[in-house]
């Protein structure tokens, strides 16, 4: 009885300690295989376009839902093959040269996060455009496979309403809000 005691009191603060362990999770971005585009609704066109993942990691624990960490994403990267247009998106309406970053700093999630395969979870945070923090929830997509994560979602910005400036002009007319595909690729750790 004592030597089961003992291993007793021996094993469970490694098992404890284990399982507190496995608990808390990092998911490390990979910009260069990480994406943002989007896509403008004009009055006889639409534009498409992307931009570039400077870096990011997310922290989370499954068992309180909470996240904390960023994404963040260089506001002077957008490319639509039109330089003209990108120049005026850069420096018009982005102003990337006083506002260098778009973040996301999630903050909690809905949902259960599967250690490996697929599951659907809705995440708050905080989006900061143009030096403006907006709360934002999206629908978040994530594929776990041992150590590799992927994380998609799709969510619509209202620019304009958000104070950034209408790119339209006399006779070309667009969308006041942009659609956003935001797909982050990278590895799992604990």
């Known amino acids: 009885m004592k030597t089961f005691v003992l ?3 021996v ?3 490694l098992l404890f300690a284990s399982s ?3 608990q808390h999770r990092t ?3 990979s910009p260069e295989s990480s994406d943002v585009s989007f896509t403008l609704g004009g009055s006889s066109h639409e534009t498409h376009g992307t931009f570039h993942v400077q870096n990011g990691s997310i922290h989370f624990d499954p068992t309180n839902q ?3 960490g960023s994404v963040v994403v260089a506001a002077g990267s957008g490319k639509t093959g039109n330089d003209s247009r990108d120049k005026k998106m850069t420096n018009e309406v982005l102003d990337a040269p006083h506002f260098a970053d778009v973040s996301f700093v999630p903050q909690s999630y809905q949902g259960t996060i599967a250690t490996a395969g697929d599951s659907t979870i809705q995440v708050t945070g905080t989006f900061t455009l143009h030096g403006t923090p907006h709360d934002l929830t999206v629908p978040m997509q994530i594929h776990i496979d041992g150590a ?5 979602t799709h969510f619509i910005v209202p620019y304009v309403k958000w104070g950034l400036k209408d790119p339209s002009v006399f006779i070309l007319k667009v969308a006041k809000e942009v659609d956003v595909n935001l797909t982050l690729v990278g590895q799992l750790s604990n």
């Open 66 to 68: 909470k996240l904390s």
């Open 7 to 9: 291993s007793l009191v």
């Open 20 to 22: 507190v362990l496995a």
């Open 27 to 29: 998911f490390t971005i």
């Open 148 to 152: 590799n994560c992927t994380a998609k």
């Open 11 to 13: 094993a469970l603060p």
